[in-house]
């Protein structure tokens, strides 16, 4: 079974940069689509951002279009989300989520079945 795994997180000022990586030892994910999703204290959880690994067809929250930027490595087994001009309201857990059920294309909606445990991003002085 697909498992996932993020790293990457951690403390940054505003201004400051983070790349997550969420891995998926052992398999390859040509036929998945991925999304990064993350959640505040208190708050729901939102879709951040998303690529379908076959097609390279990106899309991303409004919030942070323009910042932060998705991607997958040659391997097609870890796909990457840049951040960059952090804001203390980027702070958040960050998922990632794996599916195959969206052929060619990805959503920013939670329809994906396969989830990692997540990794703390805060945007503090």
């Known amino acids: 079974q697909l498992q996932l795994v993020e790293s990457g997180g951690g403390l940054v000022q505003p201004g400051g940069s983070l790349r997550l990586s969420c891995a998926a030892p052992g398999f390859t994910l040509d036929y998945y689509a991925v999304g990064w999703f993350r959640q505040a204290p208190g708050k729901e959880r939102e879709g951040v951002s998303c690529?379908?690994?076959?097609?390279?067809?990106?899309d991303y929250a409004h919030s942070v279009k323009g910042r932060f930027t998705i991607s997958r490595d040659g391997a097609r087994n870890t796909v990457y989300l840049q951040m960059t001009s952090l804001k203390p309201e980027d702070t958040a857990v960050y998922y990632c989520?794996?599916?195959?059920?969206?052929?060619?294309?990805?959503?920013?909606?939670?329809?994906?079945?396969?989830w990692g445990q997540g990794t703390q991003v805060t945007v503090s002085l």
């Open positions: 690529i379908s690994i076959s097609t390279g067809s990106t």
């Open positions: 989520a794996a599916t195959t059920r969206l052929i060619g294309h990805c959503v920013l909606n939670g329809a994906y079945d396969y």
